[in-house]
C-alpha cells in the first residue's frame, strides 16, 4: 500500500475536475491573441506575484524558445518579474502596487499584450493589505492604453475576472 495513496487520489481527482471546467472557447482565444501578437511583432509581458512570478519567467522563456524556426520571426516575451534591481527601485520610490504599471509605462505599446497570473485574482487580504493590487493596477493600464489582457487566475477568478480576454 502507499503511504500516500490518499494524498494523491485526491490531488488527482481535483486536478481531473479542474481541467474539465476549463473553456475550450477561453482557451482558443488565448492562443489566437498569442500568435496574433507573434504575427504582428507585439510583445508579450508577464507577471505575477509569489510562486506567480516563477511561473511567469517560466511562460516567457517558453513562449521565446518555442518560437525558434530558423528564418522566422521570434515572438517577443517578456516576464516583468525577471530585473529585481529595477523591481526594487520601482517599488522603492513609488510602492510595490505600481512595480508592473512602471515597466509597462516604459515598455509597453499599443496592441502588446499583458498576461496576469494570480491564484486568488486579487481577492482577499492579509497583513500586507490586498492582495496583487500590483497586477490589478497593470490590467487597468493595459485596458486604459489599447493592450491586450490575459488573465489566468484560479478559484473563481477574483477582481481580475473583470478583465476578460478580448474577443
Same mark, same amino acid.
Given at each position: 500500500m ?6 494523491? $487520489?485526491? +490531488?488527482?481527482r481535483?486536478?481531473?475536475s479542474?481541467s ?13 491573441l498569442l +500568435? ?5 511583432n507585439k510583445r ?6 509569489g510562486?506567480?512570478a516563477?511561473t511567469?519567467?517560466h511562460?516567457?522563456?517558453?513562449l521565446?524558445?518555442f518560437?525558434?524556426?530558423e528564418?522566422?520571426?521570434?515572438i517577443?516575451a517578456?516576464?516583468?518579474? $525577471?530585473n529585481?534591481?529595477w523591481?526594487t527601485?520601482i517599488t ?5 502596487g505600481?512595480? +508592473? @504599471?512602471?515597466q509597462l ?6 496592441g502588446? @499584450?499583458?498576461?496576469a497570473i494570480? @491564484?486568488?485574482g486579487?481577492s ?17 493600464f @493595459?485596458k486604459?492604453?489599447?493592450?491586450k489582457?490575459?488573465?489566468?487566475a484560479?478559484f ?9 480576454v478580448?474577443?
Amino acid at each position: 500500500m502507499l503511504e500516500n495513496e490518499d494524498f494523491i $487520489d485526491a +490531488y488527482l481527482r481535483d486536478v481531473e475536475s479542474i481541467s474539465r471546467r476549463i473553456s475550450k472557447d477561453d482557451i482558443d482565444r488565448v492562443i489566437r491573441l498569442l +500568435y496574433d501578437a507573434w504575427k504582428e511583432n507585439k510583445r508579450v509581458f508577464i507577471a505575477g506575484n509569489g510562486g506567480s512570478a516563477a511561473t511567469a519567467t517560466h511562460f516567457a522563456s517558453d513562449l521565446a524558445k518555442f518560437t525558434l524556426v530558423e528564418g522566422k520571426p521570434r515572438i517577443k516575451a517578456l516576464a516583468l518579474t $525577471d530585473n529585481v534591481p529595477w523591481m526594487t527601485a520601482i517599488t522603492n520610490d513609488l510602492g510595490w502596487g505600481n512595480v +508592473y @504599471v512602471e515597466q509597462l509605462k516604459n515598455l509597453m505599446e499599443e496592441g502588446d @499584450v499583458f498576461i496576469a497570473i494570480s @491564484v486568488h485574482g486579487g481577492s482577499g487580504a492579509d497583513q500586507a493589505g490586498p492582495w496583487s493590487q500590483n497586477l490589478l493596477a497593470a490590467a487597468k493600464f @493595459v485596458k486604459d492604453n489599447d493592450g491586450k489582457l490575459i488573465g489566468l487566475a484560479g478559484f473563481d477568478g477574483g477582481v481580475l475576472k473583470r478583465y476578460p480576454v478580448p474577443a
